[in-house]
C-alpha cells in the first residue's frame, strides 16, 4: 500500500508540473504576442497624428462655415430693416368673416 501512495504522489507531482509547465509557456506566447503589438504601435501612433489632424481640419471648416452663417443672417436682418419701415403699419384690424 505504502508503494501505491508513492506513486499516486510522484504522478500527481508531474501531472502539477506539466500543468504549471503548460501555463508558464501559454504566458510565455502572450507575451512574446504583447511585445509584437508594441512593434505596431509606432504606426498606429501615425495613424492616430493623422485622424487628429483630419478632425482639426474638419473643425476649422465647420467654424469657417458658421462664420459665413452668422454674416449671410446679419446682412438679411439689416437689410430687411428698411423695409419694414416702409410697409405703413395698419392703424386698425379689419374684422374677416370665418
Given at each position: 500500500?505504502?508503494?501505491?501512495?508513492?506513486?499516486?504522489?510522484?504522478?500527481?507531482?508531474?501531472a502539477?508540473?506539466?500543468?504549471?509547465?503548460?501555463?508558464?509557456?501559454?504566458?510565455?506566447?502572450?507575451m512574446?504576442?504583447?511585445?509584437?503589438?508594441?512593434?505596431?504601435?509606432?504606426?498606429?501612433?501615425?495613424?492616430?497624428?493623422?485622424?487628429e489632424?483630419?478632425?482639426?481640419?474638419?473643425?476649422i471648416?465647420?467654424?469657417?462655415?458658421?462664420?459665413?452663417?452668422?454674416?449671410?443672417?446679419k446682412?438679411?436682418?439689416?437689410?430687411?430693416?428698411?423695409?419694414?419701415?416702409?410697409?405703413?403699419?395698419?392703424?386698425?384690424?379689419?374684422?374677416?368673416?370665418?
Amino acid at each position: 500500500m505504502d508503494v501505491l501512495a508513492n506513486d499516486v504522489a510522484i504522478a500527481a507531482i508531474f501531472a502539477l508540473s506539466g500543468w504549471m509547465l503548460k501555463i508558464w509557456l501559454g504566458h510565455r506566447e502572450k507575451m512574446k504576442g504583447l511585445s509584437l503589438t508594441q512593434q505596431g504601435l509606432a504606426s498606429s501612433d501615425q495613424r492616430l497624428a493623422r485622424v487628429e489632424q483630419a478632425i482639426e481640419s474638419i473643425a476649422i471648416e465647420v467654424e469657417r462655415i458658421s462664420e459665413g452663417q452668422r454674416f449671410i443672417t446679419k446682412i438679411l436682418s439689416d437689410g430687411a430693416q428698411p423695409l419694414l419701415e416702409m410697409v405703413p403699419s395698419p392703424s386698425r384690424r379689419a374684422d374677416a368673416p370665418h
